[in-house]
């Protein structure tokens, strides 16, 4: 059963034998990364590393892949195995094993899995190099790994590899499979601060943050503006991607793309959209929808999984079924039309963001390593 951390609450730092600032300053994190980027993902793991980093821990990264970007983690130390993309076939995790033993020759501490691939290479660093443990951070949920027999079953099964697991929500919980040890403990992420920012007083636009992906949607998307261009709801769309291009079907505008926003770009992109839409299959948690809440947008999301803790249809936001567009374009119109609708949700979507501290995400997660290094 996993120990939820209800809307990411503080918790108590006084339990336990080994006192927070006994800890800090002495112990050491490595956080085991796939391939840096600027995904969402990234954004919490590098949250997480760079806090912990601020508050007295020797944080180390090692990437098994070369890098695409370090925006979120902030000058930390890296080692970079440059590996070819990772995993490609089942012997990577042999070769990316070895080349991990071999190059990081300290003591790990606790090592934190960052991405489900990497488990059992984080195992394997913790057990041959005399690390203090594995936290296994959960953010991936199965449809990441549809068609891969061994990462899908390394979701469900891979907690055996780990002391200890945090999921980011309780979905990303739920992937994993009941019983057995470690405990699962649910610690919601945080919010940066630079979110919260006045809504612009004209806003404008349709936002879809996220690859245009079928798995993020973009197929339902792109037929979900095309219901609506055909009404009459003319709107721009901007597109905030790591892909280079993201296409509108024919008689649609072709959509604004950005790329390697800032967070400060980004917050005012959300401030001035007037409706940020997620139109995910899956996710574990959902970060941009509570971005766009926190700077005011009002949000129309499906009903995955991993939004279920923070979305409330009709009070912070519009929920619809995954894969269905026609849904999805009557949300939209409903916001564009309807300016009481929006200022609910704006409302209500502000006030959620606000139960979201990346202060109190970082003082679980300190009292889960805290349990590690207890043994």
């Excluded at 600027?38 to 760079?50: E, K, L, M, P």
């Excluded at 057995?180 to 004209?202: D, K």
């Excluded at 119109?333 to 606000?354: E, P, Y």
């Amino acid at each position: 059963m996993a120990r939820m951390r209800k809307e990411n609450q503080p918790l108590n730092s006084a339990s336990g034998t080994l006192d927070t600032e006994q800890r800090r300053g002495r112990a050491r994190v490595t956080f085991l990364l796939g391939r840096p980027d600027n995904t969402g993902g990234d954004r919490v793991i590098g949250r997480y590393a760079t806090a912990l980093a601020s508050r007295g821990y020797d944080v180390r990264l090692v990437s098994i892949s070369h890098p695409r970007s370090l925006q979120f983690y902030d000058r930390l130390p890296l080692l970079n195995l440059a590996r070819r993309p990772f995993p490609s076939s089942k012997f990577d995790y042999v070769r990316a094993g070895a080349a991990l033993v071999s190059r990081v020759e300290h003591d790990p501490g606790v090592v934190v899995a960052t991405w489900t691939p990497t488990l059992p290479l984080a195992w394997m660093l913790s057990a041959l190099r005399g690390g203090r443990g594995v936290i296994w951070l959960q953010q991936d949920y199965p449809l990441m790994f549809e068609g891969l027999r061994w990462e899908s079953w390394l979701v469900a099964h891979g907690r055996a590899l780990a002391q200890r697991v945090v999921a980011v929500s309780e979905a990303c919980a739920r992937y994993v499979a009941p019983g057995g040890a470690p405990e699962v403990h649910v610690i919601h992420s945080g919010l940066e601060e630079v979110f919260y920012r006045p809504a612009s007083p004209e806003p404008e636009g349709i936002l879809f943050v996220g690859d245009p992906i079928e798995r993020k949607g973009w197929p339902v998307f792109r037929r979900a503006m095309a219901r609506l261009w055909e009404t009459g709801h003319r709107v721009p769309v901007t597109v905030v991607s790591r892909a280079g291009e993201a296409l509108l079907p024919p008689g649609v505008e072709p959509p604004r793309v950005l790329r390697d926003l800032s967070d400060a770009e980004l917050a005012r992109e959300y401030a001035g959209a007037r409706v940020f839409v997620c139109a995910s299959l899956a996710e574990g948690w959902g970060l941009p929808a509570l971005e766009a809440m926190a700077a005011g947008c009002p949000v129309v999301t499906t009903r995955h999984e991993g939004c279920r803790a923070y979305a409330r249809h009709g009070e912070n936001c519009l929920l619809v079924p995954p894969g269905d567009e026609e849904a999805l374009a009557e949300a939209v119109r409903r916001i564009l039309q309807d300016d009481d609708l929006r200022r609910v949700l704006v409302s209500g979507g502000v006030a959620t963001a606000k139960r979201y501290s990346w202060s109190n995400a970082t003082d679980a997660f300190e009292e889960v390593i805290g349990d590690v290094l207890r043994g």
